[in-house]
């Protein structure tokens, strides 16, 4: 009895730590994604002809640009220190650049 409870914890301490591992690696695929947004979002900016939305439209591409090269610094350090947690962080940040790319505030 005893030796199913530890293998049963042991097989789920294994299960955490590989989900972990594969969840941190996503970093560059999200950048990926915000950046093909942004792409997007840079090709209607283009086509505002109205200069006060433009320039808006302008300022939150470049917003949204810092958030990527955070995202990738972040995973970048997170590969070096083989943190975690700045790999969650790179995520985080890169799903909010794509989100904020594809909220269509660009007209």
Known sequence: MTRKVLTGALFGFMTL??????????CPVLIKAANESIAKAEAAAEKVTDEREKARATTLIAMVKDLVKQADAD?????????????????????A????????WVK
């Open 97 to 104: 650049a794509k989100a904020l790319a594809d909220a269509g």
């Open 75 to 95: 995973h970048k350090e997170a590969g070096a220190k083989k943190d975690a947690q700045l790999h969650y962080n790179a995520e985080t940040k890169a799903r």
């Open 17 to 26: 730590a590989a989900s972990s591992q594969v969840f941190a690696f996503t």
